[in-house]
């Protein structure tokens, strides 16, 4: 038997202030929902609350509304996996100046960022395979054409399952 619990977390970005009408049906039953920035509005964190406990990093569009009450960067430990949350942070292979680094020091089991509105998960074996996590855009601006948010399971200290929601149902 594990030590440790299973859990369910829902990982968003870049809502720009708009709750896309499907999100609190799909993150329904999650432990934690987690936002990788350009929140876009504090009522935006207060709607998701009323559906789970919510984590966030402010990203390049954010006011002080929400830089005051939510860091840069994120590290914690949840139901024994280890992850790390920011905005904007490149990707495996082209990380924002210095972020190579840091990982490379002490990777996370999960590394969640937004910002680029473009859907990626990737084992990176460079980094102890750690599982890099963008979870796209959840929001209407930008230029993607699909609305995604991911939920990830998590069991046995480890990550398990990442799910991608296409939020317009596609």
């Given at each position: ?7 369910v977390i829902g990982i968003l970005s870049d809502t720009h202030g708009w709750l896309h009408p499907n999100l609190a049906h799909e993150l329904q ?142």
């Amino acid at each position: 038997m594990s030590q440790h619990p299973k859990a369910v977390i829902g990982i968003l970005s870049d809502t720009h202030g708009w709750l896309h009408p499907n999100l609190a049906h799909e993150l329904q039953g999650v432990n934690l929902i987690l936002h990788a920035g350009d929140v876009g509005s504090i009522d935006l964190i207060d709607e998701l609350a009323a559906i789970a406990p919510v984590r966030a990093v402010w990203g390049n569009v954010d006011g002080w509304d929400l830089r005051h009450p939510y860091p840069e960067h994120d590290r914690f430990e949840m139901a024994g996996v280890r992850f790390w949350m920011t905005h904007i942070a490149g990707k495996p292979g082209r990380w924002q100046r210095g972020l190579g680094d840091a990982l490379a020091v002490d990777p996370p089991d999960v590394f969640i960022c937004g910002h680029s509105h473009i859907l990626q998960i990737e084992r990176v074996k460079k980094l102890g395979g750690m599982l890099f996590i963008n979870p796209g855009a959840a929001g209407r601006q930008g230029f993607q054409q699909v609305k995604t948010m991911v939920r990830l399971h998590l069991a046995d200290g480890r990550p398990h399952q990442a799910e991608v929601i296409h939020l317009d149902g596609e």
